[in-house]
């Protein structure tokens, strides 16, 4: 039997919040096209990333990935900054 991991879902955005202890605000924006329209809109979503060593502030572009639930709220990860 392999042992094969799944893979992990990833996201690039801004954070929006710093301020809480080991855990930043991060907004992502998808681009969307209508479906009968056809016009081009901006969707955002907001995420809750847990950051171990508080490095990472407000106005950084970083890449979230999907973990194992830290809380209620977190479940992503700050992997690095763009």
Do not use: C, W
């Not at 879902?9 to 924006?29: E, R, Y």
Request: overall charge positive; aromatic content about 6%; proline content about 4%.
């Amino acid at each position: 039997m392999e042992n094969t991991t799944p893979k992990r879902q990833q996201l690039t955005g801004t954070i929006v919040s710093d301020k809480m202890d080991k855990t930043v605000v991060v907004k992502v924006d998808v681009k969307k096209r209508h479906p009968k329209y056809h016009k081009n809109y901006t969707s955002s979503s907001r995420y809750k990333a847990h950051d171990e060593e508080n490095v990472y502030h407000t106005g950084d572009k970083v890449v979230i990935e999907s973990i194992r639930p830290k809380s209620k709220d977190k479940k992503f990860a700050v992997i690095k900054k763009v």
